[in-house]
């Protein structure tokens, strides 16, 4: 089978010429596509195989000392930890409502608001929640945050 477009010729536009007006760009010689073969040449590879054909052919880079500054564009030569957990206390990664996560859905008590920089003064029970912004410590009792967009106030 062939495809050729055949553009319809608008009321100014009624002469006819063969060169093309652009109505034919990006489109392909479809006649041959059907008669490809769909199976590959190429045996099918585990993915063991195929990251160790890669491995192969990859060259390990010298490891290098750069200070922090310098260091745009390059990756680690291995992992770094930080010798003191920051913030020293969990933490909400969101705004949200500070849960008991056993509780599950429902319609909950807000207590109080803990907001970053603050302490929070509330012990929070089954059946109560407490509003927390980003970076604020959980209060006792919590363990899950539910960002806000996936509340209602009722």
Known sequence: PSFSPSPSPSPSH???????????????????????DRHSPYPMLSMDQASSTVLDQAKALPVVTLPAGEALHHVLASDIFASDPLPPFPASVKDGYAVIASDKAGQRQVVAPVTAGDEPNVVVQSGQVVRISTGAPLPEGTDAVVQVEDTELV
């Open 14 to 36: 009624s002469h006819s010429h063969s060169h093309s007006h652009g109505t034919t760009k990006g489109l392909r010689d479809l006649s041959r596509v059907a008669q490809r």
